[in-house]
């Protein structure tokens, strides 16, 4: 059987900047700038193009190539703002090595969803699942799962702050299983229930993500998983607000991306944040430590009162 | 299209076999039968490239497999994966033959323009997750397995979530080698779940012997003995003669 020269597996791929990309059946030119990311199944380069900067993304097999071309073709398909990157072009590069099947993407040029929670505190870490849930929802309805849902497969975009999808790769049609996911944020891997793409497999890891970041690490799976994550939550200050409807939906409680999400909207508004905060905007200065007190109270009232009100608009 | 089932060995090891035929040769025999052999190396994180793993992935390449070296701690995933991905390379294999009848010596899907691949790809993957999958584990159980055993029972609870997941029917059986008096003895017969290995490896064989190649020619026996009564009567579909 003869087959086009395979490349070996595992082995990396690695273009130096300023290499030159040239499709085989579409004839369009690609310059490699850098590379963005090393992942299992390939590499992803930022890259001029006639159409300005991309993102090409080469796969160790011409199989996973393919799989995620034609996911991202189905999210094109969805209504609304799009889901994933848009898709520009699908090509070979023909190379004295071998043949290098490759994309073109868009470039989502965001922040890491974990540093932006980092950086601007938990709470947004709860605004963000918000959006996720409504995300999901979408592709739910499109017949779609997720599957490998997880922080590296996520950023942030904004102002307005907005969480993407960079990586496609593991979206199962529903009802079949899980192609590929990650231990921490499977629910096989927590005893927790099937790998069968349903919406419920995608509202377990968007749960874990919210655990991932509340506690700034990836927990260590004990003896008894199902008892122990349940109590972290339970007894986790930033999680314990939220905990019914975090627990619930580790169970599989909810049918829907947007049953989970409506449950979640009154624990928002029932929680306060006590904390100071000293992110998002630029620290004040004070010059006059002696001043009084009553101001900087007032303005923190005010800003309490205009995020409350923000996040029932905009987000509700 | 018909259905077919896919048969599939999946050798659990972590070094050279001594006794016996030549793995290789067998995995090669397997191949012949339609059946695809898999071999996972589990290795120390301090081991190095060695005779042990070269062995390994021999026996994948002639048993037409997928072969992978891994650290006891990534175990579970890679086990699924490796299953997975000798499903859908079987499955390419047998639709490259077609496209080839079909579309003349040349062409395999890799020939076709993106466009066309990614339909064929959509074939690939419903017949990957429809497939009725029969899966031989074969675990070495050598001394030098013992610390390793309790992460390989792990994988294995962890292959049966992601095989039950499929909408595909699947059987397992599982031996381990040496065995007391033969190459191998039988810890399961063919069963659609593995759940029920619970404490299966206290039994550990002593001593240096790893025949590898005379438990691998074993547990192709094993697919004579499968049960019938789970597949419909003409099963006999292309996948069995790829």
Not at chain 2, 34 to 59: K, L, P, Y
Request: with cysteine.
């Amino acid at each position: 059987m003869k087959m086009t020269t395979p490349l070996s597996k595992n082995r990396s791929i690695h273009f130096s900047p300023g290499s030159i990309i040239m499709g085989k059946w579409h004839q369009k030119q690609y310059q490699i700038i850098k590379p963005l990311g090393y992942g299992a199944r390939g590499t992803v380069f930022l890259a001029n193009s006639e159409k300005g900067r991309v993102a090409l993304k080469f796969g160790f097999d011409n199989s996973g190539v393919t799989s995620e071309v034609n996911v991202l073709n189905k999210f094109s398909k969805v209504q609304g703002e799009p889901l994933g990157p848009s898709l520009y072009d699908v090509d070979d590069w023909v190379t004295k090595k071998g043949t290098y099947s490759f994309y073109a993407m868009e470039y989502i040029n965001g922040i890491p969803l974990m540093d932006c929670i980092k950086v601007r505190g938990f709470e947004w870490a709860i605004v963000f699942l918000l959006q996720l849930l409504k995300d999901l929802g979408r592709l739910h309805e499109a017949g779609w799962v997720f599957g490998d849902l997880k922080p590296d497969n996520l950023v942030v975009t904004g102002p307005p702050l907005k969480i993407r999808w960079l990586d496609v790769g593991g979206t199962t049609m529903l009802g079949r299983s899980i192609k590929e996911y990650t231990e921490f944020f499977d629910r096989g891997y927590w005893g927790f229930g099937t790998r069968k793409a349903e919406p419920s497999y995608d509202l377990f890891s968007a749960t874990m993500i919210i655990v991932n970041a509340a506690d700034g690490y990836q927990l260590k799976k004990g003896q008894h998983p199902e008892k122990q994550l349940t109590q972290h939550i339970l007894q986790h200050k930033k999680l314990a607000p939220y905990s019914e409807v975090l627990i619930k939906a580790l169970y599989g409680k909810y049918a829907t991306a947007e049953d989970m999400r409506k449950a979640l909207l009154p624990k928002l508004n029932e929680t306060h944040t006590k904390e100071r905060r000293n992110t998002n905007v630029k620290p004040i200065r004070r010059k006059n430590k002696k001043k009084e007190w009553k101001g900087p109270m007032i303005l923190a009232s005010v800003i309490l009162l205009a995020y409350v009100l923000y996040v029932t608009l905009f987000i509700m | 299209m018909k259905k077919g089932r896919l048969k599939q060995v999946l050798l659990i090891t972590d070094g050279c076999s001594n006794q016996g035929e030549d793995p290789s040769a067998v995995a090669a025999l397997a191949k012949e039968q339609g059946i695809a052999v898999n071999v996972i190396g589990v290795v120390n994180e301090d081991q190095t490239a060695d005779g042990g793993i070269q062995e390994v992935e021999d026996i994948a390449l002639a048993g037409g497999g997928i072969s992978q070296i891994v650290q006891t701690k990534q175990l579970s995933q890679t086990v699924q994966m490796v299953t997975r991905q000798a499903m859908t390379q079987t499955i390419q294999g047998v639709i490259n033959q077609e496209l080839q009848q079909i579309l003349g010596d040349q062409d395999s899907m890799d020939d076709l323009p993106p466009e066309k691949r990614g339909q064929v790809m959509e074939v690939v993957d419903e017949l990957g997750e429809t497939v009725n999958l029969e899966v031989c584990i074969l675990v070495d159980t050598s001394a030098s397995m013992e610390k390793k055993l309790p992460t390989v029972h792990e994988a294995l609870l962890d292959l049966s979530i992601s095989l039950n997941s499929r909408m595909g029917s699947n059987q397992f059986c599982l031996y381990t080698f040496p065995g007391k008096r033969k190459p191998i003895d039988k810890l399961l017969s063919w069963t659609p779940k593995i759940d029920s290995i619970s404490n299966v490896f206290s039994k550990l064989a002593s001593g240096g012997i790893t025949p590898t190649g005379p438990a691998l020619k074993e547990a192709l026996k094993s697919f004579d003995k499968r049960p019938r009564r789970d597949f419909v009567e003409d099963d006999d579909a292309f996948i069995e003669e790829s």
